[in-house]
C-alpha cells in the first residue's frame, strides 16, 4: 500500500505545505475595512478576511479554531478575543433587553475540537427561562445550576459516551486529548473554570 503513496510523496508533501499560507493572506480585505490576516481552522474553505468578516462569518459557529497572521506564520486566536459574543434567547441577535455594554458572561465550553473560551449574553426577557436551561437549549449542558460559567456541547458529551463504550476510555484521558487538540505544545495552559466556593 505504501508503494502507491511512496510516488507521489513529494506532491501530497508540498500540497499539506502549501495550504498553511494562502497568497491573499494581508492583502485588503473584499469588504475593504481591513486586512485578510484572520483564517478559520475548521471551515472547508478558509479564505483569509478581517477580523470583522471572520466573526460575522461565526456567529453561527463559535467552536471555530481561528488563525491570525504574524507576518510570518499563523497564530491561534479565539473568537471571543476577536469580539463574538454569543447571544442567547434569540438566534444568534442579541436581547433588546440584555445591559448596554455588556461583554457578557466569560463562560469555558467544552467541544470536540477542544476547549474554548467564551462570552454568552443570556436573554433578559421577562419570560426568559433561567441561564442553565438557556445553554441546554442551544445545544450546551450546564456544569452546574447557580450561575454555569462552564458548560459541554451535547456533541461533546455523545462523542464521549461513544469512546469510552466503544474503547474503555476514561474521562480523563479525554479530557486530556480535548486540552491537547486546544493546545498541543503548552496543553498545560488550556483555559479550565476553577470553581470558586
Known amino acids: 500500500m505504501m508503494e502507491a503513496f511512496e510516488k507521489h510523496f513529494d506532491q501530497l508533501q508540498n500540497t499539506i505545505l502549501a495550504r498553511e499560507y494562502n497568497s491573499q493572506t494581508g492583502t485588503d480585505c473584499p469588504c475593504g475595512d481591513g486586512k485578510s ?32 497572521w504574524m507576518g510570518t506564520h499563523f497564530n491561534r486566536t479565539c473568537l471571543s478575543e476577536m469580539g463574538l459574543v454569543l447571544c442567547l434567547g434569540h438566534g444568534t441577535a442579541r436581547c433588546s433587553n440584555a445591559p448596554v455594554g455588556s461583554k457578557g458572561r466569560p463562560t469555558v465550553i467544552v467541544h470536540t ?9 443570556f ?3 421577562a419570560h426568559a427561562s ?16 447557580d450561575q454555569p460559567e462552564t458548560a459541554f456541547s451535547f456533541t461533546v458529551l455523545k462523542e464521549f459516551h461513544a469512546h469510552t463504550l466503544s474503547s474503555k476510555k ?3 484521558d479525554y479530557f486530556i486529548a480535548l486540552r491537547k487538540l486546544t493546545n498541543n505544545a503548552f496543553p498545560d495552559e488550556t483555559y479550565v473554570r476553577v470553581c470558586r466556593n
Do not use: M, W
Open 113 to 121: 475540537n477542544g476547549i474554548h473560551k467564551l462570552n454568552i449574553k
Open 170 to 172: 476514561s474521562g480523563y
Open 130 to 145: 433561567a441561564d442553565p436551561f438557556q445553554l441546554t437549549s442551544a445545544g450546551l449542558f450546564p456544569a452546574t445550576t
Open 123 to 125: 436573554c433578559c426577557c
Open 37 to 68: 490576516d484572520y483564517r478559520c481552522e475548521e471551515c472547508f474553505s478558509s479564505t483569509p478576511s478581517c477580523r470583522q468578516c471572520l466573526v460575522r462569518s461565526h456567529q453561527d459557529l463559535p467552536l471555530h479554531h481561528v488563525q491570525q
